[in-house]
């Protein structure tokens, strides 16, 4: 049976977009690879999310968008998209298991954490280099460990860290914060977190587990050995696009170029949430694009 729609991803993005085109009469099938909720999930606590004074988890937060969806009889799919032909009326998904044809797309597959891309860093993955604070900030318990980046995931992790490890060193190559005024000055305040400036890590020193980083300098050169046993990496995100028919454009760092109602260069396919070539990307922005995705694809459909 052909689908009206077929999101790829589940995190804000998609799931508004599911619940407003089920709302719409639309046939809807909704493909995840991971965890239902996306990089939000793992959020230890979401402060500027309207509706939410005193904030909400992360987990919380997704997990009721998760069950609204539900309530619609939506199901979200476990399976990974791996490759997508979006041209022609009809387009074609493939999955692991089957081929799928489907009159629209929605791409929600989000974003993840940009690579260091230095020595050290593959042998350490999982093994003392994490992407995600509050999933292992547990195991370092008293002792030290470095967060690299200075934007605001960077430091609202940071803050998180500081509840559990004896000291969190913050790795800036620049003199000052990218991160909102509030979180700076909620990290300032934190007698435990020692902030590093001017500073690039070039390697990540150990045998069988995390000894130290080796850092830069790059005012001066210098270089300094930084005694931890714990990294952990917040300088950007890259695109989940791996999927994409290259006839759908994007921009230099891979992001999907949309116009503002998210449709891509390819008629009948649309674009949402961090996957999308933007200047913002929170949770309260997937949410937006969500919603204008699964509006705009049932107009599409309805005008056909």
Not at 94 to 100: D, Q, Y
Not at 172 to 181: E, F, I, S, V, Y
Request: hydrophobic residues 40%.
């Amino acid at each position: 049976m052909i689908s009206d729609v077929v999101i790829i991803g589940s995190g804000p993005a998609g799931l508004t977009a599911a619940i407003y085109a089920v709302r719409a009469g639309l046939k809807v099938r909704l493909f995840e690879k991971g965890i239902p909720g996306g990089q939000a999930v793992n959020t230890d606590m979401v402060e500027n999310y309207p509706g939410f004074p005193e904030g909400i988890s992360g987990f919380e937060l997704m997990d009721r968008m998760k069950r609204h969806a539900e309530s619609l009889g939506i199901v979200i799919e476990n399976e990974e998209v791996k490759k997508i032909r979006a041209s022609g009326e009809i387009k074609k998904i493939k999955t692991g298991k089957e081929e799928i044809e489907t009159k629209s797309i929605i791409i929600c597959s989000g974003s993840s954490p940009k690579r260091l891309g230095i020595e050290g860093e593959e042998k350490f993955i999982g093994k003392g280099i994490s992407f995600c604070a509050t999933c292992d900030a547990p195991f370092f318990r008293g002792q030290e460990v470095a967060v690299i980046g200075g934007g605001d995931s960077a430091v609202q992790e940071a803050i998180y860290l500081s509840r559990f490890a004896k000291k969190v060193h913050l790795i800036h190559r620049r003199d000052r914060l990218r991160a909102t005024k509030v979180l700076q000055e909620r990290a300032f305040k934190q007698d435990n977190i020692d902030f590093i400036w001017n500073t690039v890590p070039v390697r990540i020193v150990g045998k069988d587990a995390i000894e130290a980083l080796e850092l830069k300098n790059v005012k001066d050169g210098t270089v300094s050995y930084l005694p931890v046993r714990g990294v952990f990496i917040f300088i950007g995100l890259s695109p989940n696009t791996s999927f994409l028919d290259p006839s759908i454009k994007t921009d230099d760092a891979g992001f999907i170029i949309t116009d503002q109602d998210m449709r891509t260069s390819v008629e009948g396919v649309f674009a949402a949430g961090d996957v999308r070539s933007k200047s913002l990307r929170q949770i309260s922005t997937a949410v937006g694009d969500g919603a204008i995705a699964g509006f705009s694809a049932s107009r599409y459909l309805e005008e056909r």
